[in-house]
């Protein structure tokens, strides 16, 4: 008899990709979520080398899916909150201004499915994997939040990345499996101002360029701009015993088309003033090495541990730092971060599991980079994370997930294209609060 998974969980599926594009998404470890879905967010982030659902494994190692013995379905929503500050002083004046902030959306589904010999699987997975974003208003004693051109004015950012992965996995023997991804990727952003394009500066008062009261106006880069981005995922699982597995993968970079804007000059005071100027900036994806071990020592108790390297040193848009010769910010100036994740999942019974984690990640900005980074301050580190699984019916499960990214803080003083200021800093604050659901359905 053929097997079929119920027309309901298809028709969620659909839904899932008709609203996964739309939604907006924010970020743990670096710019990425450190997990994707209920039963991964709330073991740490962790299963490169334990599969426990189709959602975290195509995220994080794609030769997992052959774990998994019959046609699966997965489908989470998240739901993300970020408070997000920011703290600056110049001089005799300072002030602090938080964010709006609101729960946001993330949904992420996979589908897999063995072949007939059992020993090559395929599936696809749609994942709102990572984002940024703030929504600061002009402030009266906030500096770096002053109005325009004094300071920055109202700073707006949202930056939004989808993935889509197919995926096939192999059994090479009884013991290792490999697996393969093709990425494609979807990304927005919309920054305001925007400090990677030229400035439009004006002598000031005293008529005189390039001294102190000059006056410069940034542009907007708010009309969102989408672009596609390519790569690969390549992973491999190794059963050492009935009891330990170990996993390894690497993300490929992820390549972008540049990012580009139709805008205008915003300096009131020169005749280019609302005159059309065309923005572009380039933003890659940085590669990930990942390695993981898991451990069985029970029918109820399985064990996660992992390891991941993010080299945004080496990415376009995030590796560069400082002005260029025009007085355009030439990008976030990261660095490479580490990321350790463990977790835990515990059957009280065949039918209900309990889930903890922990995931601690590098923080990407460096202090001195406080300012550059006012747009995107991906600076949590700390993560604690808890969930719950039950299968209400036979074959179908239920996770609920809930986890903290607590408060951390990074500032620097204030930098203009003639250097650091003395007397001035820039400290943004950052924790992260979210709520997770996901349904898994298999025959």
């Known amino acids: 008899m053929a097997r079929h998974l119920p027309r309901s969980a298809f028709l969620v599926v659909v839904l899932a990709l008709a609203i996964a594009p739309a939604a907006p998404v924010e970020a743990t470890d670096g710019h990425f979520l450190h997990g994707i879905g209920a039963i991964n967010s709330a073991m740490g982030g962790a299963g490169v080398a334990a599969p426990a659902d189709l959602l975290g494994t195509i995220y ?118 490999i697996g393969l991804a093709g990425n494609v990727d979807w990304a927005t952003l919309a920054v305001d101002p925007f400090p990677a394009a030229s400035p439009a500066v004006d002598a000031g008062p005293d008529g005189t360029p390039y001294t102190a009261d000059d006056r410069a106006y940034y542009s907007s880069a708010t009309a969102t701009d989408g672009v596609f981005g390519f790569g690969f995922q390549a992973g491999v699982l190794y059963k050492a015993s009935p009891v330990v597995t170990v996993g390894a993968s690497y993300t490929s970079p992820q390549y972008f ?33 990942a390695a993981g071990l898991g451990l069985t020592p029970s029918d109820r108790l399985k064990l996660a541990a992992d ?21 355009a910010v030439k990008g976030f100036g990261w660095t490479n971060i ?56 036979p074959r179908v499960g239920v996770s609920l997930a809930y986890y903290h990214a607590f408060e951390n803080s990074g500032g620097g003083p204030m930098v203009f294209p003639s250097g650091a200021v003395p007397g001035t800093s820039v400290t943004n604050t950052m924790k992260e609060d979210s709520l997770l659901v996901q349904f898994s359905f298999s025959r």
């Open 307 to 327: 390891f991941r390297y993010i080299t945004y040193d080496q990415t376009a848009g995030f590796k560069d730092s400082g002005y260029d010769a025009t007085g």
């Open 60 to 177: 994080l190692n794609p030769a997992g899916i052959l774990v998994f013995e019959q046609p699966r379905v997965d489908l989470g929503f998240e739901m993300f909150k970020a408070d997000r500050r920011v703290e600056s002083v110049f001089g005799p004046y300072s002030g602090s201004t938080t964010s709006k902030s609101a729960f946001v959306p993330i949904p992420a589904f996979a589908w897999s499915t063995r072949l007939k010999d059992g020993k090559v699987a395929v599936g696809v997975g749609g994942l709102g994997i990572g984002g940024f974003g703030v929504d600061y208003p002009v402030s009266m004693t906030n500096p770096i939040l002053a109005a325009r051109p004094g300071g920055f004015g109202q700073v707006f950012s949202n930056y939004q990345l989808l993935k889509i992965a197919p995926v096939v996995a192999f059994a090479v023997n009884d013991k290792v499996t």
């Open 338 to 393: 580490k990321v350790v994740a463990i977790g835990a999942e515990y059957k009280l019974t065949p039918t209900l599991a309990l889930r903890g984690g922990y995931n601690y990640t590098g923080n990407p900005v460096p202090n001195d980079y406080a300012m550059y980074n006012l747009t995107a301050p991906a600076i949590v580190q700390h993560h604690l994370t808890m969930g719950v699984g039950f299968e209400p019916l």
């Open 257 to 289: 088309k540049p990012f580009q804007w139709q805008s205008v000059y915003e300096n009131p005071n020169l005749p280019s003033y609302q005159m059309p100027r065309a923005i572009e900036f380039k933003l890659n994806i940085p590669a990930v090495y």
